[in-house]
Structure formats: structure tokens, C-alpha cells
């Protein structure tokens, strides 16, 4: 079956309604992996054609809200419509807090479907989260997954490098420039990197400046990285068009990036 490569949803914080929150799916020999949980991601897994009853492991970049607003969701949603063993979710510190409190605030709807008439299956309702640190985080017969700490304000933070037999995908998650992520990202197949445009930055007001310099990576600052990664193709995600163009999003890459680059769109494959 090999592997493709599907941005669910390439959104901000932002309600664009083109463009669901964001997450990306690693489908590989029919097992599915999954990088976040933004507004929608269980419709654009069944959007993208994949059973949802699939979604069994989940890498979470930090605790965003528009990162993990889906996260009741896919573990939900799939418990009605059959999955049959427990959704394993692997980010940052907090994570258990934020399941346990979810799981609390279902106790109810989870309950009724379990022993009321509905005929659900039990292990479709378990949660194991792992907190993790940097380093191999998970490996089985298709995957590793490597975790690195990237730079996003406060808070516990991390891009993804998935190690395929055919290829490396790295998931930078939201992050302002990371050396780390330039080590662990060097010579990679696929990038997937936030951005927010140089030249619409400039009509933000200061305090906005500020916080996106701060905590993002923009047009011209991503150039400087994907100049030393080289990675076969560039792929930018969680796009911050600040009333620029996709096609004026790109110009500021390609105007000193020769490599290979795309604006991903929701649903797009890889």
C-alpha cells in the first residue's frame, strides 16, 4: 500500500473556512498516524478516505488550543463507530491533566454508550498518554518517531521527525527559528514548516509584531533555514497570510530558496 502523506487542515487560530485546524496524517501500510488535532480532524480523516476507526496513535506538538481542540474528538468519534483498541496520544507535559479532565467532562456521554443500548465496544474509550521528553519516542514494524524541542514561547513545544524505510518527514509544529530543528531536520525528504508572510508582518501593529517574532518563523527566516536543511520538498503549513496571497506567500520563499516548495492546502497529498 506504501505511504502518502495528508494535511488534514492547515489552519491557525484563525476560523477561515477553507482551511480546518491543524493536522497532518502519515498513512502507512494501512496504519495511520497522526501529528495533532486541530478543529475537524476526524471529518477530514473520513474526508481523506481513511476509516476513523483507524485513529489509534497521535503525536501532539504543544497544548494549543487550535492544536487540540479535535483532541475530544478523536477520542470519541471513533469509539461510536467501532474502533477497537485504545488511542495511544504522545505529547508534551500536560497531557495526561488535559485527557483526564476531557475524559471527565464526557463521563456521561461515555457511560451511556458503554452500558446503555448503544452496541459500543470499551477498549474504543481508552486513553494511554505518554509524556514525553526529546528523543525516539515510538517505533514499531513501519515507523520512528524521534521527538526534538523547538521554540514556541512558553510553552513544552515539539517538532516530529517520522524515520520511514523510503523517506523522513519532519513536522516543525509552531515554532520561531530552532537550531534543533535545523539538526534534526537536515537532509530530510519532506519539510512541513509554519510560516507567517515577511511583508503582511509589516502591517500588524506592534504588540502583534512582537508576539509573531517572537514565537513564529517567517517567510524570510524559513528561506534561511530550508537553505541549510535541503530538503527534497518544502511544504509550508499553519500559513499566517496576514492578507497576503498564497501566491505572494510563496514569492517571498522562492525569491531567494531554489528548492523544491508548496502551500499546502487542506487535503492536499503527498
Not at 20 to 25: C, E, M, R, Y
Not at 86 to 105: C, Q
Not at 132 to 159: C, M, P, Q, W
Not at 242 to 255: A, C, G, H, R
Request: hydrophobic content about 35%; glycine content about 8%.
Amino acid at each position: 500500500m506504501g505511504c502518502k502523506i495528508i494535511l488534514l487542515g492547515t489552519g491557525t487560530p484563525n476560523p477561515d473556512p477553507d482551511r480546518f485546524g491543524p493536522a497532518v496524517a502519515i498513512f502507512v501500510n494501512g496504519l495511520l498516524y497522526l501529528v495533532d488535532a486541530g478543529a475537524g480532524v476526524v471529518r477530514q480523516v473520513a474526508a481523506a478516505g481513511i476509516s476513523v476507526s483507524k485513529i489509534t496513535r497521535t503525536f501532539l506538538t504543544h497544548l494549543h488550543s487550535d492544536h487540540t481542540i479535535g483532541y475530544p474528538d478523536i477520542i470519541l468519534t471513533p469509539g461510536v463507530v467501532g474502533r477497537r483498541e485504545p488511542l495511544e496520544v504522545y505529547g508534551p507535559k500536560g497531557l495526561t491533566d488535559m485527557t483526564n479532565h476531557i475524559m471527565a467532562a464526557y463521563e456521561i456521554d461515555i457511560r451511556e454508550r458503554i452500558q446503555g443500548l448503544e452496541p459500543a465496544n470499551q477498549e474504543g474509550y481508552i486513553v494511554h498518554t505518554h509524556e514525553i521528553d526529546e528523543g525516539v519516542i515510538y517505533t514499531d514494524k513501519e515507523v520512528k518517531v524521534e521527538a526534538f524541542r523547538v521554540n514556541h514561547g512558553s510553552l513544552e513545544s515539539y517538532g516530529y521527525k517520522f524515520i520511514l524505510p523510503d523517506r523522513t518527514i519532519v513536522i516543525s509544529g509552531d515554532t520561531c527559528p530552532s537550531e534543533n530543528l535545523i539538526k534534526h531536520a537536515m537532509g530530510c525528504d519532506i519539510l512541513f514548516h509554519e510560516v507567517y508572510s515577511a511583508a503582511g508582518f509589516q502591517g500588524r501593529t506592534e504588540d502583534w509584531r512582537k508576539y509573531h517574532s517572537s514565537v513564529h518563523t517567517s517567510t524570510h527566516e524559513l528561506v534561511e533555514i530550508a537553505n541549510i536543511v535541503k530538503p527534497k520538498l518544502l511544504i509550508l503549513y499553519h500559513q499566517l497570510f496576514m492578507k497576503q496571497s498564497e501566491e505572494e506567500l510563496i514569492q517571498e520563499i522562492t525569491e531567494h530558496y531554489d528548492g523544491k516548495v508548496v502551500s499546502g492546502n487542506d487535503l492536499d497529498a503527498f
